[in-house]
């Protein structure tokens, strides 16, 4: 493993900087030597290695994916050169053909003399074959780097199939067998591995916790839009990160420039440029990059169109901002996907409890007459099936059906709701662990907030699909005039760690110096301040906020991410030791006011009464502290099922997530009680927003 030494314990000279120093080769030649040039890289696959279950599932999965590439382009071109739709309708007759005889496959496919490519379309297949070429270049490197990996699991991890392993177990060999690849022995610990592998997301998470990602906007018509596409955050992050643009000099070093404030309007006036030249070399492939995404977006979905429309109009799903402003920092992929998907079933379930009135009536019309047409024609069908080769008949069908489909997701279910919107959002709130608003959870505008987390599949797709138009002007215009907000984000939020690099400062999880006071409990009288999830409502917070340094408004972590990353982090990294004095007396904190209380076991067949949940035996969530506590390890199935405080049936939660969700909620309570402030009345309480709402646009 690569290490950093200052320049100044090598030679004799007053200016010192980190440079990366490769081990010394130990035991003869590793294939996997080289990929420590760059710990950042290294660890990512590593990480990614063990996510997608190992070699042959990576490369199968790269080869398929540039076999697929090459199918969407060979047969698009196949279906506009090669097949003769005059016949194919017959609008014409096929020369020679006999009459009354059936048309076949090869009367309507032509030959390569009957073809005519146009010169558009040959410069277009120019630029998808060097596509290709190019990704089947990268897919032969990320074999052999792969294939580098498995050598590593293999001789220093000593693991055959990473799929019996999990990652705790992974990383903790890691770092046992950190003496094979690192200067520095005993050096290594799990926040360097998380700051390595989750460097620039970390960033990109504080950039939207300061309100710096342009995601926000106020369309005419439609009010304050929130706008993130998958094509816009791949360039924001080659002009943040990776690339010829970046303010990254290599991947785990900010350029020296940026550090500097003396430098600041120089490095705003070259990132304000680097802005403009992305947005035309957009501007230029729009073509392109529009023509693929419909392609790919009509092979993708055109079979579940055809086979559940509804699915395609009504089913929803977290968007890509919801990702970002859900995450904690050093939360890895694997662990955000498992919280996100527990909370599917409550946030699909909390929308659907809205409907709009007048929606539903116009849909209740638009589906009677929609669907009368249909069993008119479907009758028609089955009485006489020439009724079929009437032209259009089946289009007409197939479009009646895709209204109804559509129609019948903005009908209310008959069937009544088993909880109120005030436990769903509860239940929300117990895995994404932050409020995307702090309207009342009945109110129109925590609907419209939660529309914007959890939104529907085909609003996902068209900003796909527009994302090459909007892109462009999203980097020439909204980004680009922020350039100086970026430059003083970097050089305010970055600190250079010894052996790790530069990293954003709220990845280091220090409450004491970027801590937000409204967040952090008050630090007397401990032992009589408990919190459970069932008496929140009860329990009266302290209006004092706790004494402490003051920290500057600029490096304060906002909606409370600093303090619950800081939790999620300990939780799922329970050997971990602070290297904070403020980092573990907040833990302590937290973890005497946060108890699961002990529930009667299945087998004792205890009714438990969770209305006096305060009154049942409390236990400390033992991930909190040390091995070698005799506090118990594992809870019963009772206790961690969903059912203390939020109900949702069939689904359990272990003990990780059991401690996380009563401390998100614990905090959640604590930080609203102190932001909000007194009200004159309970309604206008309930629709004060903080001022630091992240959803409030700030212009």
């Given at each position: 493993?690569?290490?950093?030494?200052?320049?100044?314990?090598?030679?004799?000279?007053?200016?010192?900087?980190?440079?990366?120093?490769?081990?010394?080769?130990?035991?003869?030649?590793?294939?996997?030597?080289?990929?420590?040039?760059?710990?950042?890289?290294?660890?990512?696959?590593?990480?990614?290695?063990?996510?997608?279950?190992?070699?042959?599932?990576?490369?199968?999965?790269?080869?398929?994916?540039?076999?697929?590439?090459?199918?969407?382009?060979?047969?698009?071109?196949?279906?506009?050169?090669?097949?003769?739709?005059?016949?194919?309708?017959?609008?014409?007759?096929?020369?020679?053909?006999?009459?009354?005889?059936?048309?076949?496959?090869?009367?309507?496919?032509?030959?390569?003399?009957?073809?005519?490519?146009g010169s558009l379309q040959i410069v277009l297949l120019i630029c998808a074959s060097l596509f290709w070429i190019l990704k089947g270049i990268k897919v032969i490197q990320s074999a052999y780097v792969y294939y580098?990996?498995?050598?590593?699991?293999?001789?220093?991890?000593?693991?055959?199939?990473?799929?019996?392993?999990?990652?705790?177990?992974?990383?903790?060999?890691?770092?046992?067998?950190?003496?094979?690849?690192?200067?520095?022995?005993?050096?290594?610990?799990?926040?360097?591995?998380?700051?390595?592998?989750?460097?620039?997301?970390?960033?990109?998470?504080?950039?939207?916790?300061?309100?710096?990602?342009?995601?926000?906007?106020?369309?005419?018509?439609?009010?304050?839009?929130?706008?993130?596409?998958?094509?816009?955050?791949?360039?924001?992050?080659?002009?943040?990160?990776?690339?010829?643009?970046?303010?990254?000099?290599?991947?785990?070093?900010?350029?020296?420039?940026?550090?500097?404030?003396?430098?600041?309007?120089?490095?705003?006036?070259?990132?304000?440029?680097?802005?403009?030249?992305?947005?035309?070399?957009?501007?230029?492939?729009?073509?392109?990059?529009?023509?693929?995404?419909?392609?790919?977006?009509?092979?993708?979905?055109?079979?579940?169109?055809?086979?559940?429309?509804?699915?395609?109009?009504?089913?929803?799903?977290?968007?890509?901002?919801?990702?970002?402003?859900?995450?904690?920092?050093?939360?890895?992929?694997?662990?955000?996907?498992?919280?996100?998907?527990?909370?599917?079933?409550?946030?699909?379930?909390?929308?659907?409890?809205?409907?709009?009135?007048?929606?539903?009536?116009?849909?209740?019309?638009?589906?009677?007459?929609?669907?009368?047409?249909?069993?008119?024609?479907?009758?028609?069908?089955?009485?006489?099936?020439?009724?079929?080769?009437?032209?259009?008949?089946?289009?007409?069908?197939?479009?009646?059906?895709?209204?109804?489909?559509?129609?019948?997701?903005?009908?209310?279910?008959?069937?009544?709701?088993?909880?109120?919107?005030?436990?769903?959002?509860?239940?929300?709130?117990?895995?994404?662990?932050?409020?995307?608003?702090?309207?009342?959870?009945?109110?129109?505008?925590?609907?419209?907030?939660?529309?914007?987390?959890?939104?529907?599949?085909?609003?996902?797709?068209?900003?796909?699909?527009?994302?090459?138009?909007?892109?462009?002007?999203?980097?020439?215009?909204?980004?680009?005039?922020?350039?100086?907000?970026?430059?003083?984000?970097?050089?305010?939020?970055?600190?250079?760690?010894?052996?790790?690099?530069?990293?954003?400062?709220?990845?280091?999880?220090?409450?004491?110096?970027?801590?937000?006071?409204?967040?952090?409990?008050?630090?007397?009288?401990?032992?009589?301040?408990?919190?459970?999830?069932?008496?929140?409502?009860?329990?009266?917070?302290?209006?004092?906020?706790?004494?402490?340094?003051?920290?500057?408004?600029?490096?304060?972590?906002?909606?409370?991410?600093?303090?619950?990353?800081?939790?999620?982090?300990?939780?799922?990294?329970?050997?971990?030791?602070?290297?904070?004095?403020?980092?573990?007396?907040?833990?302590?904190?937290?973890?005497?006011?946060?108890?699961?209380?002990?529930?009667?076991?299945?087998?004792?067949?205890?009714?438990?009464?969770?209305?006096?949940?305060?009154?049942?035996?409390?236990?400390?969530?033992?991930?909190?502290?040390?091995?070698?506590?005799?506090?118990?390890?594992?809870?019963?199935?009772?206790?961690?099922?969903?059912?203390?405080?939020?109900?949702?049936?069939?689904?359990?939660?272990?003990?990780?997530?059991?401690?996380?969700?009563?401390?998100?909620?614990?905090?959640?309570?604590?930080?609203?009680?102190?932001?909000?402030g007194p009200a004159d009345s309970p309604s206008e309480q309930r629709e004060t927003r903080s001022e630091r709402d992240p959803l409030l646009h700030n212009k």
């Amino acid at each position: 493993m690569a290490s950093y030494q200052s320049f100044a314990e090598i030679v004799d000279n007053d200016e010192s900087f980190l440079i990366q120093v490769l081990p010394e080769n130990k035991g003869g030649p590793r294939l996997w030597h080289q990929l420590i040039n760059d710990l950042d890289y290294f660890f990512l696959k590593i990480y990614r290695y063990h996510q997608r279950s190992g070699f042959l599932c990576h490369v199968m999965s790269q080869i398929l994916e540039l076999f697929q590439f090459g199918f969407v382009v060979g047969f698009t071109v196949f279906l506009i050169d090669f097949v003769d739709y005059a016949i194919l309708f017959k609008d014409k007759v096929p020369t020679g053909h006999p009459t009354g005889n059936k048309i076949t496959l090869n009367d309507v496919i032509l030959g390569y003399d009957q073809v005519y490519i146009g010169s558009l379309q040959i410069v277009l297949l120019i630029c998808a074959s060097l596509f290709w070429i190019l990704k089947g270049i990268k897919v032969i490197q990320s074999a052999y780097v792969y294939y580098a990996i498995k050598l590593f699991y293999s001789e220093a991890l000593h693991i055959q199939d990473c799929a019996q392993f999990s990652w705790q177990e992974v990383q903790t060999r890691l770092i046992q067998a950190q003496h094979l690849c690192s200067l520095q022995e005993g050096h290594l610990n799990e926040l360097d591995i998380h700051n390595r592998i989750l460097r620039h997301q970390n960033y990109t998470i504080a950039l939207l916790n300061k309100n710096l990602l342009p995601i926000h906007y106020k369309v005419p018509l439609l009010g304050e839009v929130t706008y993130l596409s998958k094509g816009l955050n791949y360039n924001i992050n080659l002009l943040l990160f990776r690339g010829p643009f970046a303010i990254f000099e290599s991947s785990w070093k900010l350029k020296d420039d940026y550090k500097s404030a003396a430098y600041r309007q120089v490095c705003a006036d070259q990132f304000s440029r680097n802005c403009l030249m992305l947005a035309a070399i957009n501007f230029i492939l729009m073509p392109l990059i529009f023509i693929w995404q419909i392609l790919y977006i009509f092979y993708a979905y055109a079979e579940t169109l055809k086979r559940d429309p509804s699915h395609m109009f009504a089913s929803k799903n977290w968007s890509l901002y919801a990702r970002i402003f859900c995450r904690h920092f050093n939360e890895l992929d694997h662990q955000l996907n498992d919280r996100l998907n527990k909370g599917y079933k409550a946030a699909s379930m909390y929308m659907d409890s809205f409907n709009s009135p007048l929606m539903e009536v116009i849909a209740k019309n638009v589906m009677f007459v929609a669907g009368a047409v249909l069993a008119v024609l479907v009758l028609l069908t089955i009485y006489d099936e020439d009724v079929i080769a009437v032209e259009h008949i089946i289009t007409i069908m197939a479009g009646l059906g895709l209204v109804v489909a559509g129609a019948r997701g903005f009908i209310r279910s008959d069937v009544p709701m088993k909880y109120s919107k005030s436990e769903l959002h509860s239940h929300i709130l117990q895995h994404i662990h932050y409020l995307p608003h702090r309207y009342s959870p009945h109110s129109p505008q925590a609907q419209s907030a939660m529309g914007k987390m959890f939104q529907y599949k085909i609003q996902a797709i068209l900003e796909d699909l527009l994302s090459p138009l909007i892109t462009p002007y999203i980097l020439a215009v909204h980004l680009r005039l922020k350039a100086l907000e970026y430059v003083d984000f970097f050089r305010n939020y970055t600190v250079e760690v010894s052996g790790t690099g530069d990293v954003c400062i709220f990845a280091m999880l220090n409450i004491g110096k970027n801590g937000n006071p409204a967040w952090e409990p008050d630090q007397q009288n401990n032992e009589h301040r408990q919190y459970n999830l069932k008496a929140a409502r009860s329990v009266e917070m302290g209006d004092n906020l706790p004494t402490s340094t003051t920290v500057p408004e600029n490096l304060v972590c906002e909606n409370g991410k600093l303090e619950l990353s800081l939790i999620n982090f300990k939780l799922t990294n329970p050997t971990w030791k602070p290297s904070d004095q403020s980092q573990q007396q907040f833990i302590d904190c937290v973890s005497s006011r946060v108890v699961v209380p002990e529930v009667p076991t299945v087998e004792q067949e205890c009714p438990v009464d969770l209305g006096r949940a305060a009154d049942i035996p409390k236990t400390p969530h033992s991930s909190f502290v040390d091995e070698g506590s005799n506090l118990p390890s594992r809870y019963s199935r009772s206790s961690r099922q969903v059912g203390i405080g939020f109900s949702l049936d069939s689904l359990e939660m272990d003990e990780i997530d059991l401690t996380m969700s009563l401390t998100s909620k614990y905090l959640n309570d604590l930080a609203t009680s102190r932001l909000s402030g007194p009200a004159d009345s309970p309604s206008e309480q309930r629709e004060t927003r903080s001022e630091r709402d992240p959803l409030l646009h700030n212009k």
